[in-house]
């Protein structure tokens, strides 16, 4: 269903039990990142008034998600940490060439936002088939659920502002991309690292 060209390797999530708080720090930031996404497109393009609507919607549930995943961080005895890059979507946004009229940057922000949506999801699943806690399974299997169908939003924008077939086509090219980026990460405990 994602599309994804490399699924992550299994092992990862080993990597991830061995610090669970590094994990969730990194997501609830990836969730704060997430809602801004969103808050960025309804000021980029306010003249789209179903996308508006809906990024309003995405930023107050990836919000909500930020305060879930805040709230986990806290019954730990832990605090939220330091802001992180994130490698995998600096690299990510290399792809897409800087500038060209308002639709091609627009589908390309929404292409990029699918792709880091799925694999999120990805992520998520093998965390939630994975993890030795079945509390945090069930929480991560939750998300994923939410993922997909951010995923499916972000290409369906895409779909619909863009010419489909050019659309369609610059989504491959983005997934084999990112097939390469995902061949020298994974050996961090970060949902894309």
Not at 18 to 43: P, R, W, Y
Request: a neutral charge.
């Amino acid at each position: 269903m994602l599309g994804l060209k490399l699924p992550t390797d299994p092992r990862w999530v080993n990597l991830v039990e061995k610090n669970i708080d590094e994990i969730l720090t990194d997501h609830a930031f990836c969730e704060q990142k997430a809602a801004s996404t969103a808050i960025s497109l309804i000021v980029s393009f306010p003249e789209f008034p179903e996308l508006v609507d809906e990024m309003v919607a995405l930023s107050r549930e990836e919000m909500g998600h930020f305060k879930m995943v805040h709230d986990r961080i806290k019954a730990r005895g832990r605090t939220l940490g330091k802001y992180r890059k994130d490698d995998y979507v600096i690299e990510l946004m290399k792809f897409f060439p800087k500038g060209g009229d308002r639709t091609s940057q627009l589908v390309h922000r929404l292409l990029y936002a699918a792709l880091i949506e799925a694999r999120s999801c990805e992520r998520f699943r093998l965390l939630s088939e994975q993890l030795k806690d079945p509390d945090l399974a069930e929480f991560y299997r939750k998300l994923m659920v939410s993922e997909a169908g951010h995923y499916t939003l972000f290409l369906k924008f895409a779909r619909k502002f863009g010419d489909r077939r050019e659309v369609d086509q610059k989504w491959e090219a983005l997934l084999e991309y990112e097939a390469g980026i995902m061949k020298n990460l994974g050996k961090k405990e970060t949902v894309h690292g």
